[in-house]
């Protein structure tokens, strides 16, 4: 093969790279506007028929990873390089000459050294003529940027461990919060109005006229009650552990309640999702006076049910709920929020 019509072929193989080259980058190119269109864009698309297109299956996983893209160019450039060293190792003049080829035999000149040879030549070379002190230098902070490298993987690998376990412990978190027990208490029976009443009746028949001492009929003695269950509203069970509740008559909240477990528990302890436990009685500890009935009427005091509910629920975890009620002619028991003894934990 003559030189001019090697020249020829070398530039044909070139010009064929480079042309390839072009369109995968062309390709790319075109895979990368695809993903950034508009999804409107994109359902036009979708609805207007199109016409038939070659599969691209041979190209798609090379397009999708940018590295082995580069990689297979790469690998090919010195390819080529190699495959033109190897045409034109007898060409004089050579930089680096052969020691494994011989001379040619009809010009009587040296071989060019390959690339692949002269690269090997180089690193020969450099080796022999190295100082070994600096190659074990060299060679620890290789060692060394390994070693960093290595531990920046591990601190990013341990970054998305915790942000992953940090994520899982917030689901189970949200699982328990979601299905766990969550007990309130209902209000039922009262004789509250009744006792009122009979009071405020008593006093006007007293202050309707005078009457002896023998004559004036006693006040009523009926003390006040009020009946209450515990209603479980969360999706688990719950066992009771300590029930304490109170009825009280005062004209301002104390500074602090104090909280006294009732001596009878329930007899069902375990009170299942959407049930409730049997009714409960608070009893005012002493008959209401006939000032204290007129007191409530104007507004001047207040009756006060309070209480708290220790119990466990499904996961094991101890749980309470507090509740504080005030009762008002007319609306009857309200939540009153004072502190922290209303609120569940």
Same mark, same amino acid.
């Given at each position: 093969?003559?030189? !001019?019509?090697?020249?020829?072929?070398?530039?044909? /193989?070139?010009? !064929?790279?480079?042309?390839?080259?072009?369109?995968?980058?062309?390709?790319?190119?075109?895979?990368?506007?695809?993903?950034?269109?508009?999804? !409107?864009?994109?359902?036009?698309?979708?609805?207007?028929?199109?016409?038939?297109?070659?599969?691209?299956?041979?190209?798609? /996983?090379?397009?999708? #990873?940018?590295?082995?893209?580069?990689?297979?160019?790469?690998?090919?450039?010195?390819?080529?390089?190699?495959?033109?060293?190897?045409?034109?190792?007898? /060409?004089?003049?050579?930089?680096?000459?052969?020691?494994?080829?011989?001379?040619?035999?009809?010009?009587?000149?040296?071989?060019? &050294?390959?690339?692949?040879?002269?690269?090997?030549?180089?690193?020969?070379?450099?080796?022999?003529?190295?100082?070994?002190?600096?190659?074990?230098?060299?060679?620890?902070?290789?060692?060394?940027?390994?070693?960093?490298?290595?531990?920046?993987?591990?601190?990013?690998?341990?970054?998305?461990?915790?942000?992953?376990?940090?994520?899982?412990?917030?689901? &189970?978190?949200?699982?328990?919060?979601?299905?766990?027990?969550?007990?309130?208490?209902?209000? @039922?029976?009262?004789?509250?109005?009744?006792?009122?009443?009979?009071?405020?009746? +008593?006093?006007?028949?007293?202050?309707?006229?005078?009457?002896?001492?023998?004559?004036?009929?006693?006040?009523?003695?009926?003390?006040?009650?009020?009946?209450?269950?515990?209603?479980? *509203?969360?999706?688990?069970?719950?066992?009771?552990?300590?029930?304490?509740?109170?009825?009280?008559? /005062?004209?301002?909240?104390? #500074?602090?309640? +104090?909280?006294?477990?009732?001596?009878?528990?329930?007899?069902?302890?375990?009170?299942?999702?959407? &049930?409730?436990?049997?009714?409960?009685?608070?009893?005012?500890?002493?008959?209401?006076?006939?000032?204290?009935?007129?007191?409530?009427?104007?507004?001047?005091?207040?009756?006060?049910?309070?209480?708290?509910?220790?119990? #466990?629920? !499904?996961?094991?975890?101890?749980?309470?709920?507090?509740?504080? *009620?005030? *009762?008002?002619?007319?609306? @009857?028991?309200?939540?009153?929020?004072?502190?922290?003894?209303?609120?569940?934990?």
């Amino acid at each position: 093969m003559d030189g !001019a019509t090697l020249v020829t072929t070398i530039k044909a /193989w070139w010009s !064929a790279f480079s042309q390839a080259a072009v369109d995968a980058a062309r390709s790319a190119r075109a895979m990368l506007a695809r993903k950034d269109a508009a999804p !409107a864009v994109a359902e036009a698309r979708r609805e207007r028929p199109q016409p038939a297109e070659r599969p691209t299956h041979g190209e798609s /996983w090379l397009l999708k #990873e940018p590295g082995w893209f580069a990689a297979v160019l790469i690998l090919g450039f010195l390819g080529i390089i190699e495959a033109l060293s190897w045409a034109t190792a007898g /060409w004089p003049p050579c930089l680096v000459l052969s020691d494994d080829q011989t001379p040619s035999a009809q010009s009587g000149q040296e071989t060019c &050294a390959t690339f692949s040879e002269g690269v090997g030549q180089l690193i020969s070379f450099l080796w022999n003529r190295a100082d070994h002190n600096a190659v074990t230098g060299l060679a620890a902070l290789a060692v060394a940027i390994f070693a960093w490298k290595l531990w920046r993987s591990s601190e990013r690998m341990w970054r998305v461990t915790e942000v992953a376990a940090s994520s899982a412990k917030r689901s &189970a978190d949200a699982l328990v919060v979601a299905e766990q027990a969550q007990l309130l208490a209902v209000f @039922g029976v009262s004789n509250i109005a009744h006792v009122l009443s009979e009071l405020g009746k +008593h006093e006007q028949s007293a202050s309707a006229g005078p009457t002896t001492a023998g004559d004036a009929a006693p006040p009523p003695r009926e003390r006040v009650y009020v009946q209450y269950v515990l209603k479980n *509203y969360g999706r688990t069970p719950a066992v009771l552990k300590e029930i304490s509740h109170d009825l009280q008559r /005062w004209t301002s909240l104390p #500074e602090k309640l +104090h909280y006294l477990p009732i001596p009878a528990m329930p007899k069902e302890l375990a009170i299942v999702a959407g &049930a409730s436990s049997e009714p409960l009685q608070c009893t005012l500890t002493v008959p209401l006076p006939v000032e204290a009935a007129t007191s409530i009427r104007t507004g001047d005091s207040f009756l006060w049910l309070y209480g708290r509910v220790l119990y #466990e629920d !499904a996961f094991g975890r101890e749980r309470e709920h507090r509740f504080l *009620y005030r *009762y008002r002619i007319g609306p @009857g028991f309200q939540p009153y929020y004072y502190k922290d003894y209303n609120k569940s934990i």
